[in-house]
């Protein structure tokens, strides 16, 4: 061995009680050393000496060997020297360089710490002391200059810069120090560190700076837990709320962390917000995430621990994310405690980590980031032979197996032309759930067939050409760029059904982020290579169409970005028509996500859709199934669509994932009722 680390970490301190254990960024100062040692490349092994059996627990945990250090080496007095000193004796090693780590550093950059020990190896130097550069003028109590003649007052810029010892770290020859009995021997040179790495802790008052300093100096590494699970006020929001003159309350949250909940779930990481708030607004913005909510919570911590339970993880490898003192009962259940940067001092003192996004402005994204970091890649094998049924990603969200049902709210004609219309039927499809609105887009002069386009039609505009009807009711730029505003304003995705290819090249003005394949144009392929060329996610209904017709489309569109959906083009759709099963057909057929867009009245048929793994659901709405206009009377009324997203959510929790286990819940009724005999 040519290097050997020893980091003194006894168990007294007359400044900060148990200084050693203490924690910066969620870290003990003994564990922060130890990883110092172990990262500077030209350390071979890293020494704790210590007094104290938390500490040496604590250091063996960071993988550092202990040296228990006897009593009359671990008083106040005990120099720092005596402790390397006893630790080599103990170790019985003879190393040619001993480096001294002080855990009163906290942030050590390990590149400093082997630029020393090169110095002493390269022989230019027998002992290396950190320090911090400065040009300060140094003054006597009584007025008289240290480092500098008052008479002369010189600029800094002129003034060769001196160091200031810092106390992080010293790197010495092993004999030396044998000699000497200290570690100043030969040639001494100095080692220059960062001022954001050379803040020593020697008072309460310095741990308090380097805690708030530690978000910002630590580098971000991934984290390698199995789940997720988040508090919702000040991690999913910005932990303020909005009222409007109607007492509704509403909250700032950040569009970016439904991707990173999406890639989370992807990477089979499991997550669940918790909140002792009761709000509608909590379970709204877990239903748009696709993950569960537990509500109402007045012993988070207890909770906490059922779920693990349950779910069969260990805490060891759990994430928890809280900003408030009510947090910190579940984060001292798990092995990775998360805090906000805006979180109470006590909170951030907890952390294992403190994020550096605030909440409602990314910190989810953040999180879910550095957890995927941590998740392996999928063996390439595994991935060729896998069928590959999604998900595919359509904004901010994954649309395929085992993600939250994506529904789609089909205003297609049913705003009649009316752009205030239109607004309305946004409105219910958001307040009911959805995740998107889907229109329809034409250029009637290319779709109404040419026998049609002077027929008279009696509409409530007054008697009119088919063609004048259908460009009456048409959106244009501006109505669009106004649908576009509104839907991103309420938190959904819009798209369209293009009937031509003037309509595919007017949506990609629009940047759209999927195009819709409606029943009607699946045999048209000059349409399909348009909607192919745009490289965007594609949906493609199947109505009235043979697997034949549907193998023609899917050799054009591809099937890397493709989801499927069964439909029958019957208005009303009558149940004897609806032939669910299709689904696991087109699923087999085409490994591709499949979904289901719905024409009957009533919800039974969609949700059985839901139960036999469709992964997204689309029916038409209107205001009122009464109003004028072909699709009205085949659409679902803001009531049944709120029901309908409803029950979706409800039976994806109700699938479960084919585990038998027993529950919390049925634990007292065993206890009471079951009879074992043998």
């Known amino acids: 061995m040519r290097v050997l680390a020893v980091v003194p970490a006894r168990g007294g301190s007359a400044g900060v009680p148990l200084k050693n254990l203490a924690l910066v960024g969620g870290v003990p100062l003994v564990t922060r050393a130890v990883r110092a040692a172990q990262r500077a490349g030209l350390v071979d092994q890293v020494v704790v000496s210590t007094d104290h059996a938390g500490i040496a627990e604590t250091a063996r945990e960071a993988g550092a060997i202990v040296v228990e250090r006897p009593e009359e080496l671990s008083g106040a007095t005990a120099s720092s020297e005596s402790a390397v000193l006893h630790a080599l004796d103990a170790l019985g090693e003879d190393p040619e360089i001993v480096v001294l780590v002080q855990c009163t550093s906290a942030f050590i950059d390990p590149n400093d710490l082997s630029e020393a020990v090169r110095k002493v190896l390269d022989g230019e130097a027998d002992s290396v002391v950190s320090g911090l550069p400065t040009h300060e003028f140094l003054w006597t109590a009584a007025g008289g200059g240290i480092n500098h003649d008052p008479a002369v007052r010189q600029r800094r810029q002129d003034r060769d810069a001196q160091f200031r010892e810092n106390g992080a770290f010293y790197v010495m020859r092993a004999s030396g120090l044998r000699e000497h009995g200290h570690r100043f021997f ?32 630590d580098e971000p590494e991934p984290i390698d837990v199995d789940a997720v699970i988040t508090d919702f006020d000040g991690v999913h929001t910005d932990d303020r709320a909005y009222v409007d003159s109607d007492g509704r309350e509403m909250v700032l949250v950040s569009r970016s962390d439904g991707m990173g909940v999406a890639l989370l779930k992807r990477s089979g990481v499991k997550v669940l917000v918790m909140s002792t708030e009761h709000n509608p607004v909590v379970a709204a913005r877990a239903r748009k995430l696709g993950v569960p909510v537990l509500q109402g919570l007045a012993e988070k911590r207890t909770v906490l621990r059922d779920w693990l339970t349950i779910e069969g993880l260990d805490p060891a490898r759990v994430a928890y994310v809280g900003n408030d003192v009510n947090d910190l009962g579940p984060m001292a259940e798990v092995g990775w405690p998360i805090a906000t940067p805006d979180a109470h001092p006590r909170v951030r003192a907890a952390a294992r980590v403190v994020l550096t996004r605030p909440g409602g402005s990314g910190a989810v994204r953040e999180l879910c980031d550095r957890v995927v970091a941590a998740r392996p890649e999928p063996p390439i094998a595994e991935v060729r032979t896998r069928p590959r049924l999604g998900p595919v990603g359509i904004g901010d969200l994954l649309v395929g197996d085992g993600e939250p049902v994506y529904v789609i709210g089909e205003i297609g004609i049913n705003h009649n032309g009316d752009l205030d219309i239109a607004r309305r039927l946004i409105d ?19 779709c109404v067939p040419e026998e049609q386009k002077s027929q008279i039609r009696q509409t409530p505009w007054g008697e009119m050409t088919y063609l004048e009807y259908k460009e009456r009711t048409e959106f244009g730029y501006d109505e669009y760029r106004q649908i576009a505003k509104y839907c991103d304003e309420r938190g959904l995705h819009w798209f369209a059904s293009p009937w031509d290819v003037p309509s595919v090249e007017f949506l990609e003005e629009m940047d759209v982020l999927v195009h819709k394949v409606a029943s009607a144009s699946i045999a048209d392929h000059e349409l399909l290579r348009a909607l192919a060329a745009t490289g965007k ?9 043979t697997l034949s017709e549907i193998d ?14 069964h439909a029958t083009s019957t208005y009303p759709l009558p149940p004897e028509e609806a032939n669910l099963r299709t689904i696991t057909t087109l699923k087999e057929r085409y490994g591709v996500p499949v979904g289901y867009s719905g024409h009957e009245r009533g919800l039974q048929i969609s949700l059985a859709a839901v139960t036999l793994g469709a992964v997204t659901v689309e029916r038409h709405i209107t205001l009122d199934r009464t109003m004028w206009g072909s699709d009205h009377a085949a659409s679902l009324e803001p009531a049944g669509l709120e029901h309908l997203v409803r029950d979706i959510r409800i039976i994806e929790q109700a699938m479960g994932d084919g585990v038998k ?9 065993k206890a009471r009722l079951r009879r074992v005999t043998v």
Request: aromatic share 4%; charged share 25%; proline share 10%.
């Open 186 to 217: 030969g040639e001494v040179a100095v080692q220059p560190v960062s001022p954001k790495h050379g803040v020593e802790i020697d008072n309460p008052e310095d741990l308090e700076l380097v805690r708030a300093l530690a978000p910002f100096i």
């Open 428 to 446: 219910v499809a958001a307040e009911a759930g959805c995740q998107a609105v889907k229109f329809q887009k034409r250029t009637p002069a290319i």
């Open 537 to 545: 996610p594609i949906i493609l209904s199947t109505g009235m169409s």
């Open 552 to 565: 023609e489309a899917v050799e054009i569109l591809g099937t890397d970005r493709l989801i499927m959906m």
């Open 661 to 669: 286990r027993v529950f919390p819940g049925e634990e007292a009724p």
